[in-house]
């Protein structure tokens, strides 16, 4: 079994897609190109950085035009340098 392993500060996300054809209330197809890309994804893997605020599980927002998309094994990912990640997604108790 093959797997990626980044180097150099870099981060491996997977990226899940909703392939879904997604429709206009008016029944307009929305096409690939017009759709938002997701800015939100899982972290598969980190090169070894110090004091790192993040781990393989965690869910990140990353930053728009971020990193290298790549298919690899079947999947989506994306390589990207770990100061592209803007934010940690975390679970929170309701007011």
């Known amino acids: 079994m093959k797997e990626l392993q980044p180097i150099n500060q870099n981060v491996l996300l997977e990226i899940t897609e909703n392939r879904a054809e997604q429709r206009t209330a008016s029944g307009i197809i929305i096409p690939d190109s017009a759709k938002e890309k997701q800015r939100v994804a899982k972290v598969i893997a980190i090169s070894k950085i110090e004091n790192a605020e993040i781990a393989p599980g965690d869910e990140v927002l990353y930053k728009e035009y ?5 298919e690899f094994d079947g999947r ?3 390589l990207l340098p770990y100061n592209e990640i803007l934010s940690k997604v975390v679970e929170t108790e309701s007011i």
């Open 66 to 70: 971020a990193g290298t998309e790549i």
């Open 76 to 78: 989506i990912l994306l």
